[in-house]
């Protein structure tokens, strides 16, 4: 246990160290920092005297150990393009992006599960039909075209939902919300449909293959011989089994919204972290961009960690395996 | 002739006759892979030559004369007068262009790769399937996506125009190795304990030629199937960056990049400069991936 624990953590301060390195040669290697951070009238000896105080005439390695000891503290630096410290500007995003992630995670899981249920059950009928076909469209369309699509119909045609923005926020504990107005809410909705529906269809998918699957089992088939009500078999014993692949997966799904985030926030001028970061790719605005890379990796590197960590919990054939393998 | 015959006989042929879905998506593909190659002779009008827009033609709805010049365009045009049905043509050449270059990079690098850990074995191994692992926990739109920043970071801001398309192709390409290189290894080493590669050893066969004549020809099926969802797969990705605005400039539109346009005049109701270009994607993705899907099937032996 301790020794599979300690491998996997080792490979995830690799995995950091090396999307550190990466930030750290876009820091220090692309245009000069010197030149991007003085005016045209600076002499070539201050310029030297700043390089010398930045510590650019320092030995990589030193440089990139200075730059490793600063990420862990926080500090990016000031963005190019907005000056402003780098944290701060990701700090004061993030709400916004986990709001919407948040959200559309929550819609994706009970929609999903709702009508995998649902479809699994009535298999032959022509809603189930329908519901299946739409999600192989959906699966099949691009994010942001569904965002177009959604934008088209419910805030041109229909003028129900405003198509960009957060709407009215307020503040409560230093967290800019946008759940507690109604412009906030309504503004939610067309990005969290565009941002859940793909992980929807998924879990929608994986519920109904998985609830196929225990109808056919022999304790199904004793409960119903008990006599117990649809609801109870239905509810009580088969979903509850076909829960633990669904939580799985979407645990691991946590991270493709974050990544999907980026399109959703483009498509609907959201302004979250992955809006920021598209922007900070068009104006090449290196500590933005740097800062961004180590987040999205330390997220992902937490959310595999912790996967990992549950399957070693959860599945005692795991750990036997284990020690027959190695 | 008598190959033809052969051929039309095979297993393959057979289901691909039988399967009305595959022979619909064939066709699509082909006439528009067919559509984009002949654009330049086929195209009414040339999008990229400054000198034959007219700016007064801008916004021409389709089908109908434009109300200063007269002038009729058959899918209209956009705010600059583009004719909408040209640029979707030279579009959809570029984001295949984009699409199969990635698709061949990827599938090239992945097979080095996987035939290089599956016959070496050892440290080789573990690394590049460690590496392959971490890679495969991201979403292949985001390592695009980082590797396509990063890289443009890295250029001169005088060439970064110029060389969009092809870092572009390199970062979709880098993101979908992984695919190829774990299928191609699982087989390399299947393979190469196996009677008739050991004796092609023991004659003193090179390596190389042992690998490309006994293993790869084992593996093209699957990479087939990858590679033509892979296909899929990339348009669709050159298309999220381009629509992003991180893609292909704006000079050489793809037709990520005309959907990125089209959606600024959805408001005004200039509905057709996105409508087309969005369903030329559509249609495009759909019928790749509805023809790798059939592709995997047919190919798959336990569903004969």
Known sequence: MFAFILRRLVQSAIVMLVVALVSFSLFRFVGDPVASMVGQETTLAEREALRESLGLNDPILVQFGRFVGRALQGDFGISYRLQQPVMELILSRLPATLELALVSGIVAFALGITLGVYTALNRRGWLSNFIMTASLIGVSLPTFLIGILLIWIFAVELQWLPSFGRGETVEVWGWKTGLLTPSGRASLVLPAITLGLYQMTLIMRLVRAEMLEVLRADYIKFARARGLTNRAVHFGHALKNTLVPVITITGLQLGSIIAFSIITETVFQWPGVGALFINSVQFVDVPVMAAYLMLIALVFVIINLTVDLLYYAVDPRLRVDRAAGH | ?304
């Open chain 2, 1 to 304: 002739m008598n190959r033809i015959a052969r051929a039309w006989d095979s297993d393959i042929a057979w289901s691909f006759r039988h399967s009305p879905v595959a022979v619909v998506a064939a066709v699509v593909s082909l006439g528009m892979i067919l559509a984009a190659i002949l654009a330049p002779w086929i195209a009414p009008h040339d999008p990229f030559n400054p000198a034959s827009l007219n700016l007064m033609d801008g916004f021409t709805p389709p089908g109908q004369p434009n109300a200063f010049t007269g002038n009729s365009y058959l899918l209209g045009t956009d705010d600059q007068g583009r004719d909408i049905l040209s640029t979707i043509l030279y579009g959809t050449r570029i984001s295949l262009f984009v699409g199969l270059s990635a698709v061949l990079f990827a599938m090239v690098l992945g097979i080095s790769l996987g035939l290089l850990a599956g016959w070496k074995g050892g440290w080789v191994d573990s690394l590049l399937m460690r590496i392959a692992d971490v890679q495969l926990t991201f979403p292949a739109i985001l390592i695009a996506l980082l590797i396509f920043g990063v890289a443009r970071g890295f250029i001169p801001p005088g060439s970064r125009e110029q060389m969009a398309i092809w870092v572009l192709i390199i970062s979709i390409g880098l993101s979908e190795w992984v695919n190829y290189a774990r299928v191609v290894r699982g087989a390399a080493m299947v393979e190469k304990n196996k009677e008739y590669v050991q004796a092609a050893r023991v004659i003193g066969v090179h390596p190389v030629r042992i690998v490309a004549r006994h293993i790869l020809p084992n593996v093209m099926g699957p990479v087939l199937v990858i590679a033509t969802i892979g296909l899929a797969l990339a348009i669709i990705a050159e298309a999220t960056l381009s629509f992003l605005g991180v893609g292909v400039p704006a000079t050489q539109p793809s037709l990520g990049t005309m959907i990125r346009i089209g959606q600024k005049f959805l408001f005004s109701g200039e509905w057709w400069i996105l409508l087309f270009p969005a369903l030329t994607l559509l249609a495009l993705a759909l019928s790749v991936n509805l023809l790798g899907d059939w592709l995997r099937d047919a190919l798959n032996p336990r569903l004969r």
